[in-house]
């Protein structure tokens, strides 16, 4: 059973906020915040998992770094009070509020190529996170600067990969529920990257992608 | 079976080169508790790279041992663990940095130790993916040869002591060509405050076969598929 769940509600409005979008089961986001700015996710139905990457906007090749964020803390999940680093070190943003406790950063996003392993060869058509990272990049005016390469192990928001104790990594149901949400506050200028995961073959997302909501306050 | 080529890794050391498809590299701790972190990257296509999370997911671990196989973000197989004394290698916990060297094992520089001065997995991997056309942009998790690192059920993160004795041999199979680089710094969470120091050996050994009955192809469904993969890639080439 799982255990140490951290819930922190937020006091932010909705009405207060300056964006405000609702990304579809299957669509990706591609936004800069400004140093200070609050991103807040909303699972709206529950269950689903946002595939989540940052990278500093004014240096591209920067990337979140799962590993770094994990050793920082001495500990492989994300919530209220993690602190996101990139590779470098450097600090993208913190985790300032998360009504569903606990995210996974271990992983990653699904692609065609991984679910020719995991499920059959056969599901090598089904649409996946990392074919709608490469068209966000592909579509945003800042994408040229980067590429396939700068695609590092995500997050995965509302995700539960829990690692066991005897070293086995399981799949288990969502720990979020309808409605639930986390919020981001940046730290630098930091470009978000979001697949909303349309992945159909794991319980990652419930076996029904549903969609998540984006909000943006100023601080 | 005699090496084609071996090398000892000295303390803080470092190493990068291709290998051939089928070759074996085999390391070796000369000493107990040795820990080398390792990147993987296609050597044809350096886009194509050991990826952590696909490999772990495919094969429902967090650890690895005999039978795994290093798969890459293209979904196919990079290398095979044909052998394993120790049964548990860690995935997860990253390479040292020159910030976390200082802070742990205090402030060291050439100018005043000379070549005793203590090496960061950090500077190491950069200084090898640039020889090689990359940059610290291609860094992601590595694999920490040797080191084990346990999480309990609240997700905190331990690294197991004693778990690395001297003569202790892994063996990979190399599925594809690859560009192997090494780094030979201490496990970021291993706590002992004196800079580890622990030569390891690498060494290359010919080609093998891969026969149907290979044990890493059939440890899981999933290995067979990545093979099936690798095989049909070599297919449209050849």
Redesign the interface.
């Given at each position: 059973m799982l255990k140490a769940f951290h819930r922190v509600e937020s006091t932010r409005k909705p009405e207060a906020a300056v964006y405000d979008q609702v990304i579809p089961a299957g669509e990706g986001w591609m936004y800069a915040l400004q140093p200070g700015q609050v991103l807040r996710i909303v699972d709206l139905e529950g269950n689903q998992a946002a595939d989540t990457l940052l990278y500093d906007a004014n240096n591209p090749e920067d990337h979140y770094s799962a590993v770094r964020t994990i050793n920082s803390q001495s500990n492989i999940y994300l919530t209220t009070g993690s602190t996101l680093l990139a590779e470098s070190g450097k600090e993208l943003a913190s985790i300032v509020a998360d009504t569903c406790g606990r995210h996974d950063t271990l992983g990653g996003s699904c692609s065609s190529q991984s679910n020719t392993i995991r499920y059959a060869h056969e599901k090598g058509h089904m649409h996946n996170c990392r074919d709608t990272f490469m068209l966000e990049l592909a579509k945003h005016p800042e994408g040229h600067r980067y590429a396939k390469r700068d695609l590092s192990p995500n997050i995965n928001f509302f995700m539960n990969v829990p690692v066991t104790p005897e070293g086995g990594l399981t799949f288990e149901d969502g720990v979020s529920g309808p409605g639930c949400y986390v919020e981001l506050q940046s730290s630098c200028h930091a470009m978000v990257l979001i697949s909303n995961c349309p992945q159909l073959n794991n319980p990652c997302n419930a076996y029904n992608p549903t969609p998540v909501h984006v909000l943006i306050w100023n601080e | 079976m005699n090496a084609i080529w071996s090398e000892t890794m000295h303390p803080g050391g470092k190493w990068s080169g291709i290998v051939g498809r089928g070759k074996l590299i085999r390391l070796t701790a000369l000493e107990a508790g040795a820990n080398v972190s390792m990147l993987m990257y296609h050597a044809r296509d350096l886009?194509e790279?050991y990826?952590?999370?696909?490999t772990?997911?495919?094969q429902?671990?967090?650890?690895l041992t005999r039978g795994n196989v290093l798969?890459s973000?293209?979904?196919?197989a990079l290398a095979s663990i044909l052998h394993d004394d120790l049964g548990?290698h860690d995935p997860?916990?990253?390479?040292t940095?020159r910030?976390g060297t200082d802070s742990k094992y205090g402030v060291s520089c050439y100018q005043e130790s000379r070549n005793g001065w203590l090496r960061s997995g950090q500077e190491n991997l950069a200084v090898e993916l640039v020889r090689n056309g990359l940059?610290?942009?291609?860094?992601?998790?590595?694999v920490n040869w040797f080191s084990k690192v346990?999480?309990?059920?609240?997700?905190?993160?331990r690294f197991a002591d004693n778990h690395c004795a001297a003569g202790t041999t892994v063996t990979l199979r190399l599925e594809m060509d690859v560009l192997l680089i090494f780094s030979n710094t201490p496990h970021?969470?291993d706590p002992q405050g004196d800079y580890p120091s622990v030569p390891v050996k690498i060494e290359v050994l010919p080609a093998v076969q891969v026969d149907a009955g290979d044990y890493c192809v059939n440890f899981r469904p999933?290995n067979r598929?990545?093979f099936?993969?690798t095989w049909t890639y070599y297919a449209l080439q050849n």
């Open positions: - | 886009s790279r990826n952590m999370p696909d772990l997911k495919a429902h671990t967090a650890h798969m973000d293209n979904g196919r548990w997860l916990g990253g390479y940095t910030a940059g610290e942009r291609d860094i992601s998790p590595v346990v999480c309990d059920e609240e997700g905190n993160m970021p969470l999933e598929r990545a099936d993969n």
